[in-house]
């Protein structure tokens, strides 16, 4: 349990520094595979809110959403959500 705590600390450290550092799509893919090997990984709800305000576009954006880290974070939690339910490895 304290193992999998402390990797869990371990993997947030590194998802940060991946927002700060390294490409967007780098910091997404973390938080897809954070997603599925952590369960309730909201870090990276808050992750794509933290990418929106760095590297987020201008408000006269596609369809008027100016959000699309963290609407794509949110759909990726539901969906992987739904799917870890069915599917436990």
Known sequence: MIRMLLFRILYNIFLVTSILFA???????????????????????FAGIFLDILYGIQYNSLLGVPMYSTLMVVILFIAIKMLTTHFRF
Request: with cysteine; glycine share 4%.
């Open 23 to 45: 490409p967007w799509y780098c910091a997404l893919f973390l938080c897809v595979i954070g997603l599925v090997l952590f369960d309730h990984y909201y870090e990276s709800i």
